[in-house]
Nanobody
Framework: QLQLVESGGGLVQPGGSLRLSCVAS????????IGWFRQAPGKERERVAC????????NYADSVKGRFTVSRDNAKNTVSLEMNSLKPEDTAVYYC??????????????????????WGQGTQVTVSS
């Protein structure tokens, strides 16, 4: 079975840090650009960060630039999201997913479609005192 599985979410105080992981099973993650997305209650899903096949290229939403870092270890079939200086507005369910590899789509972190589309089940991040 092909799937992505996120972990590492939890409850953290404002200013704290968390590290999310996205592990692939049944598929080779190094073949896919990967993105992190989040969705807060009552809000639309938004992109957080994306990373290219090699990890050389990344892009971030303005709201997380300078605080979040996306990285990947293809040998371990894993993509990570390091989140620092967390704010209450970062509270959401975080998902990893494959991303459209075309240049313009990658720059906008557009999720992949069709046979290249894979999503994890999500992990809850709550930032609260």
């Amino acid at each position: 079975q092909l799937q992505l599985v996120e972990s590492g979410g939890g409850l953290v105080q404002p200013g704290g840090s968390l590290r999310l992981s996205c592990v692939a099973s049944g598929l080779t993650l190094s073949y896919y650009e990967i993105g992190w997305f989040r969705q807060a209650p009552g809000k639309e899903r938004e992109r957080v960060a994306c990373i290219s096949l090699s990890g050389e290229n990344t892009n971030y939403a303005d709201s997380v630039k300078g605080r979040f870092t996306v990285s990947r270890d293809n040998a371990k079939n894993t993509v990570s999201l390091e989140m620092n200086s967390l704010k209450p507005e970062d509270t959401a369910v975080y998902y990893c997913a494959t991303v459209d590899p075309t240049l313009l789509a990658f720059r906008r972190c557009v999720p992949a479609s069709g046979s290249r589309a894979y999503w994890g089940q999500g992990t809850q991040v709550t930032v609260s005192s």
